[in-house]
């Protein structure tokens, strides 16, 4: 098996409800990967009740947040994504800003959000290089990471409306649980979606965690239901997506989300823009260690319909490439999937 070193290890502190630290993680994301980690190692039955209990006394799993994507660029660090309708959102951080402190002291993921809980920080932000700091007022909350991520992908829903058509848009942050497949059937089947005339699901950061069969929503062989009830009022029930589609990916799209990346491209149920996949599919599973810690360890590799992802991702259809440095909030790739989906609608 190749990579098996995606190892890391990852020490443990209590604060109120339980919570994960780590200086071994570069970003917010990862520390929510690990929590979503043991979430499944819960659901799916890997360690005994008993085990899990002891291990975290008890307590939800609960990280300080306030709902920013962090990525290191030549020893600066960025603002890579805003979670929809996050604390960070509603303070006015963009994508694209450099944190240049958070209180005076650098930024680091946990440790300048842990002691200040329901308190406000001062961010320190660029939003260009040749500017004056700015100060931004946020509050960290302490939430688990699974309902962050199912929250912000339902307040990413929206339509666009672009050369006369409505195009529907939903960022899935996580894919790790059935819960976030289940809102998206929901948005286009009878929410805020189900007027649109195409979609975009953007899987760009956060997690994987998908399964191959969620891309059965695009099978078009399944009968629509339409119903009278005795006072003549009509419905009509179709959990499936049939019409244009557009999966947005970048590097950092991992995981499960590359197998259903994968899926869309080789069978023509989507059209991929942005960049290649991270190319990141090994398994892996946490163990418990004597003095306390865990360690994730890469312990499967995957075959996709016999061909070898890791290290390779996947390469869209239309590639766009984004520098999020200083973007100021500007995403040119779903302004891409607006424009290419507005011409796909007209062309029909």
């Known amino acids: 098996m190749k990579n098996i070193l995606r190892i890391w290890t990852i020490n443990l502190f209590l604060i109120g409800p339980f919570v994960f630290d780590s200086n071994a993680l570069e970003n ?14 819960i659901e799916k039955n890997f360690y005994k009740p008993s085990f899990i209990q002891k291990t975290f006394n008890n307590k939800n ?12 660029i030549d020893n600066h660090i960025f603002i890579a994504s805003v979670l929809s309708g996050s604390n960070a959102e509603q303070a006015g951080l963009l994508c694209g800003d450099e944190i240049i402190a958070v209180n005076g002291s650098p930024f680091e993921p946990i440790n300048s959000l842990k002691e200040n809980i329901w308190k406000q920080v001062t961010f320190s932000i660029k939003r260009s290089p040749n500017e004056n700091i700015q100060s931004f007022i946020v509050t960290p909350s302490l939430v688990n990471p699974k309902t962050e991520m199912l929250e912000a992908e339902k307040s990413s829903i929206r339509l666009i409306e672009t050369q006369g058509k409505k195009i529907g848009y939903i960022h899935i942050y ?13 948005a286009f089947s009878q929410g805020a979606l189900k007027d649109a005339d195409a979609l975009i699901i953007d899987l760009r950061y956060g997690l994987g965690g998908a399964d191959p069969s969620y891309l059965n929503i695009f099978n078009p062989n399944i009968p629509i239901i339409s119903s009278k009830d005795t006072s003549g009022n009509t419905s009509v029930y179709d959990p499936q997506w049939r019409r244009p589609t557009v999966f947005l990916v970048n590097k950092a799209s991992r995981s499960g989300k590359e197998i259903l990346v994968f899926g869309a491209k080789k069978y023509k149920l989507a059209t991929i823009i ?17 003095n306390g810690d865990f360690l994730y360890l890469a312990c499967r590799s995957s075959l996709i319909d016999g061909v070898d992802l890791e290290g390779i991702g996947v390469a869209p259809d239309i590639e766009v490439s984004m520098d999020i440095r200083y973007c100021e909030g500007k995403d040119i790739q779903i302004e891409k999937a607006l424009e290419f989906l507005a011409d796909t609608l007209r062309s029909q």
Request: net charge negative; proline share 4%.
């Open 174 to 186: 996580s894919y790790a649980g059935q819960e976030y497949q289940d809102e998206l059937i929901s």
């Open 274 to 290: 942005g960049e290649r996949t991270a190319g990141a599919v090994l398994g892996a599973r946490l163990f418990p260690l004597f």
């Open 28 to 41: 917010q994301v990862s520390y929510a990967a690990l929590f979503e980690a043991t979430c499944q190692l």
């Open 61 to 72: 799993i609960m990280y300080p947040t306030i709902g920013i994507i962090t990525e290191t």
